[in-house]
């Protein structure tokens, strides 16, 4: 289910440049057109925010290679927390003061609206729970049989499909609907991850969003993760 999202409203008359999205030249860095430079009044800020219609922002460094200019430090956030894909459609409108409001359409062309998707959790019948349990969280023997003996338990889960940058980045972000919902705001904070009989010990970083950091390439190694697998 998609949480509602109040939209952020963007005016028609602000100057702006788009970008279709290809991870072989955009998924570490993004070029600003030399034309659109001019927007900046010969001042180009050095940090941009990016806004997106959920109010959502991201801090990026832009630096300067020969004669263009690049958002660099944080772009790639930016791209492994929208999901972005070949094709997607991206608008950047420019709102002075180093602000960016972001739109990023599909392929199909329709507005990306799904920015806080989380699942609500399921009601399932203890068999399917057994079931359940090796994918998803393995219990303790002795809690495993008290949680059988319920009629009905409750699994609070999100899914993320694995990309290419989570791999060499060795991070995962939590969508923000979920990590503010299940998740406690604290430094250090340390998450268990699970898998079959297994477990991990993750450091989440907990700022503005919530990311898997510290851990994850064991993780990633053990179970063998490959672009496209879904957690």
């Keep these: 289910m998609v ?3 109040k939209y952020v409203s963007v005016p028609d008359e602000l100057p702006e440049f788009f970008k279709i999205y290809h991870p072989q030249i955009c998924e570490q860095q993004l070029r600003i057109p030399p034309a659109f430079l001019k927007f900046f009044n010969g001042d180009v800020p050095s940090i941009c925010m990016l806004e997106d219609l959920a109010a959502r922002s991201w801090k990026v460094v832009v630096e300067k290679k020969d004669d263009n200019f690049f958002f660099m ?3 790639v956030d930016f791209v492994l927390e929208n999901n972005l894909e070949f094709g ?3 608008t950047f409108s420019y709102a002075g ?3 960016f409001y972001v739109k990023i359409y599909e392929k199909n062309g329709s507005l990306r609206q799904d920015v806080t998707a ?7 019948t203890s068999e399917e729970e057994n079931e359940q349990e090796e994918g998803v969280v393995a219990q303790p023997a002795d809690q495993t049989s008290e949680r059988s003996r319920s009629s009905v338990a409750s699994i609070n889960s999100c899914e993320i499909v694995i990309k290419a940058w ?3 980045n060795a991070r ?6 979920f990590g503010n919902r299940f998740l406690k705001r604290e430094q250090p904070l340390v998450a268990t991850l699970r898998a079959g009989n297994a477990s991990w010990r993750i450091v989440v970083h907990c700022f503005d969003r919530f990311q898997l950091r510290k851990g994850m390439r064991k993780f990633i190694s053990d179970n063998a993760l490959r672009e496209n697998d879904v957690c």
């Excluded at 995962?172 to 609907?177: M, S, Y």
């Design 73 to 75: 430090e944080g772009w």
């Design 172 to 177: 995962l972000n939590f969508p923000a609907a």
């Design 118 to 124: 989380l699942k609500e959790p399921e009601l399932v």
């Design 3 to 5: 949480t509602p999202v």
């Design 88 to 90: 997607d459609f991206l």
């Design 97 to 99: 003061n180093s602000k």
């Design 166 to 168: 989570h791999l060499s």
